[in-house]
């Protein structure tokens, strides 16, 4: 089973929509958790970290379960820009190693 | 400012041959990682580095070696390269929280 496994998509919604992304992690030793967005042949990019009261940062909401080993990332009003792919990441307690999903594609559609 | 800087861009290798790719990090973070990124597999973790002089391995080392040359720098090595290893290389630094990623390279081997 991959440490940190993401909803497979690919997801194509309509401007304005709303939509959400889910993600597990099986590392229950995972201490920090992100969503990275990476754009077509570009590098990836922290999108959010994750925190436990969950967290926002405008039209994006990231909310984390312990409990559950669950994330999740909702992005809100959805802009053309928006188009691209979600990575879920876990990095897990002192080795530093920072785990991926294989990653969400998002199209968002005038 | 630079950030994470890899080298070189793109490469075609033929099977067999040996090459290294270069990354240098100008932000003085401790932690730097070397990931694979293949169609419909997401960022694999190849090696990492937690500190100068200490590397580790990721979830696909096989096939690939690595020098933590100094804090700057951590370079990956393919000694005898496979057509399996035709991917796009990511390099990235950490801090904390956020990771920086070079803007990866693209090898090829026929």
């Known amino acids: 089973r991959k440490e940190v496994e993401q909803d497979p998509g690919p997801f194509n919604v309509p401007e304005g929509a709303t939509v959400a992304f889910n993600c597990t992690y099986s590392n229950s030793a995972s201490q920090s958790f992100f969503w990275y967005r990476q754009d077509c042949r570009k590098e990836p990019k922290l999108l ?23 994330i999740s990332l909702l992005i809100r009003d959805s802009k053309l820009s928006d188009s691209a792919t979600y990575l879920c990441v876990a990095s897990g307690g002192s080795n530093y190693k920072l785990t991926f999903g294989k990653g969400t594609l998002l199209t968002v559609n005038p | 400012n630079a950030g994470v800087t890899q080298t070189p861009k793109f490469q075609v290798l033929k099977t067999g041959q040996s090459m290294t790719l270069q ?4 932000m003085n973070h401790n932690s730097m990682y070397w990931y694979r990124q293949d169609p419909g597999m997401g960022l694999r973790l190849i090696y990492y580095s937690a500190s100068e002089g200490t590397t580790d391995k990721g979830e696909v080392p096989n096939g690939y070696n690595v020098s933590r040359l100094n804090k700057r720098e951590f370079s990956l090595r393919l000694e005898s ?14 801090e904390g929280t956020e ?12």
């Open chain 2, 81 to 94: 390269a496979a057509p399996s290893q035709t991917s796009v290389y990511f390099c990235a630094s950490r």
């Open chain 1, 48 to 70: 959010m970290s994750v925190y436990s009261s969950g967290n926002e940062d405008g039209r994006f909401t990231a909310q984390l379960n312990r409990a559950s080993q669950y």
């Open chain 2, 99 to 110: 990771a920086f990623f070079g803007q990866g390279t693209r090898l090829t081997v026929v």
């Open chain 2, 23 to 26: 990354c240098a990090q100008d």
